[in-house]
C-alpha cells in the first residue's frame, strides 16, 4: 500500500483522535475531510498541512489543491487563518501552534509560508516528525542555520523544495539563459551581474498595542523580545534584520541562485566577498541595506556581482558576448542569434532534467518518485549562503574571506560569529 494511501486511511481512522489532541491550541476547529480533486483517486492523494497563511500563502496553496487536500492550517494570527479556512471550503482544522500540525500523522506533507526567522525550525521539527516539506525562499536567516537543515536532511531523507520559482516553468527564460551558457553561447563566464532593487526607508514606527488576533510573543521566535509595532511584522517583515535580510535574501534568493547555477557554483561557494552599502540609522525603523554593490569572487575566475541599481535581472558577461535576462526579458546579440542557430533539441530537459513544468508539480513528482526537486536545499543553502556573507561584509564594513569547503570564515573571528545568532530561550533550533 502506497505512504498516500496509508495517510488517507490512517486520517479517516484517527481524526476524532486528532480532535481529542488538538483542542488546547488557540484556534482549533473540528472539520470532515476535504474531497479529492474532480478526476484523481482519493489514494492517490496527499494530505497537507499549511504553516504560515499569510500574502505568499495566496498563491501557493493554489498550486497545492491539483496534488493534495488541505486538512489543516495553522497561523499566529487568527484574520490570517479564518481567512485561508474559507479559500480552501471551509473544512480545514485550524490551529495556533504548528505544532499540532507535526503532530498529525495522517498529513505527509507541510508548507511553510512563515517570516523568514521561523524557517528552519520548523522545517527540522518537520523533517523529524516524517514529513515531506514545500517552504518559501529565502530558507534560512543565517549560514548555519542552512547547515542544520542539510545535514538533518541527510539523515531523514525527506523530500525538500525551496519557493524558488525561477528554476521551473515560471523561469522558462532563465532556463533558457542556462542553457545557453551550457552550450557555450558567450563563451567562458566572466561575470553575472545580478540588479536586485532597492529596499524601503521607514521609520521611526509608534509602539501600538498587539493585535487581539495576533500572537505576538510566539510570532518573534527566536528573536529579542520587542514591543509591537505593524511595520515589524507580517510582508514588512522584510525589512528588519531581526527577521530577514532585505533585498539581499529576498530577490537575491532568486537572482543569485540563478547566477550560481550558471557558473557551475551551486554545489561550493565564493572565495572572498566585499561592498559597500547604506543603511538606514532610524530608531525602532526598517535598519536593512537601502542600497548596496557587492562582488563575490570564486576561485576559477568568474564573480558575482550583486547590486540594488540598474533593470532587475541577471546580466552574463562572457568571453563571446554578452545578453539580459529576467522574469519580463532574454535579450542580447547571443539571444538573437538563437533565430538562426536555435539550442539543440531537449537542451532545456537536460537542463532541467524533464520537461519543465510548475514549481509545486515537480515538487510533487519528487514526492512520488522520493527524489530531490530541482530547488533542492542543498544547492539552495549554497547560494543563499553568498546572500548572507554579502550582508555581513556590507554591516561589518569589510572584505570576507570564506572557504566554501569547510563553510567557514576564514581569519575573522568577529565575522564569523556571525554565521550564527543568539536565539531566545524555549525557540532555540536544534539539529
Not at 74 to 95: F, I, P, S, W
Amino acid at each position: 500500500m502506497s505512504n498516500q494511501s496509508q495517510n488517507r486511511r490512517r486520517f479517516l481512522q484517527t481524526s476524532a483522535a486528532a480532535a481529542a489532541a488538538g483542542f488546547t491550541a488557540p484556534y482549533w476547529f473540528t472539520s470532515e475531510y476535504a474531497a479529492a480533486a474532480e478526476g484523481q483517486s482519493k489514494n492517490d492523494r496527499h494530505v497537507v498541512g499549511c504553516i504560515g497563511t499569510g500574502s505568499r500563502w495566496e498563491g501557493l496553496y493554489k498550486g497545492v489543491l491539483p496534488f493534495g487536500d488541505i486538512v489543516a492550517v495553522c497561523d499566529v494570527d487568527r484574520k490570517h487563518l479564518e481567512a485561508a479556512n474559507e479559500k480552501v471550503g471551509g473544512k480545514a482544522d485550524l490551529y495556533g501552534d504548528y505544532r499540532k500540525i507535526l503532530d498529525r500523522k495522517d498529513i505527509d506533507i507541510v508548507t511553510i509560508v512563515t517570516p523568514d526567522h521561523w524557517h528552519t525550525k520548523i522545517a527540522i521539527e518537520a523533517m523529524r516528525a516524517g514529513k515531506d516539506i514545500y517552504c518559501e525562499k529565502p530558507l534560512t536567516l543565517t549560514i548555519d542555520e542552512g547547515k542544520q537543515i542539510c545535514k538533518v536532511l541527510k539523515e531523514t531523507g525527506r523530500v525538500f523544495q525551496v519557493g524558488t520559482q525561477q528554476r521551473t516553468e515560471m523561469g522558462r527564460r532563465f532556463l533558457t539563459a542556462i542553457a545557453m551558457i551550457r552550450d557555450g553561447r558567450i563563451g567562458k563566464v566572466k561575470r553575472a551581474v545580478c540588479a536586485i532593487g532597492d529596499a524601503p526607508t521607514g521609520g521611526p514606527f509608534p509602539v501600538m498595542p498587539v493585535p487581539p488576533e495576533l500572537n505576538w510573543e510566539m510570532w518573534q521566535g527566536q528573536t529579542p523580545l520587542v514591543d509591537y509595532t505593524e511595520k515589524r511584522c507580517h510582508y514588512e517583515f522584510r525589512w528588519w534584520y531581526e527577521y530577514s535580510g532585505g533585498k539581499m535574501t529576498d530577490w537575491g534568493a532568486h537572482h543569485v541562485d540563478i547566477a550560481t547555477w550558471a557558473i557551475g557554483a551551486d554545489k561550493s561557494g565564493p572565495t572572498s566577498v566585499e561592498g559597500t552599502a547604506t543603511h538606514p540609522h532610524i530608531p525602532n525603523g526598517y535598519n536593512t541595506a537601502t542600497a548596496f554593490y557587492v562582488t563575490c569572487k570564486y576561485a576559477d575566475g568568474p564573480e558575482i556581482v550583486i547590486r540594488h541599481d540598474t533593470e532587475n535581472g541577471v546580466t552574463f558577461e562572457g568571453e563571446k558576448g554578452t545578453f539580459f535576462v529576467s522574469r519580463g526579458a532574454l535579450t542580447g546579440k547571443p539571444v538573437d542569434d538563437l533565430k538562426d542557430r536555435p539550442l539543440p533539441e531537449g537542451a532545456i530537459e537536460r537542463l532541467y532534467g524533464g520537461k519543465p513544468t510548475s514549481h509545486m508539480a515537480n515538487f510533487f513528482q519528487a514526492v512520488k518518485a522520493r527524489k530531490q526537486p530541482i530547488s533542492d536545499v542543498f544547492t539552495h543553502h549554497r547560494s543563499i549562503t553568498t546572500c548572507h556573507l554579502a550582508n555581513i561584509a556590507i554591516r561589518l564594513g569589510r572584505k570576507i574571506n570564506w572557504d566554501p569547503q569547510a563553510e567557514q570564515v576564514v581569519g575573522d573571528s568577529e565575522a564569523q560569529s556571525w554565521q550564527s545568532r543568539p536565539q531566545r530561550k524555549g525557540y532555540e533550533i536544534v539539529a
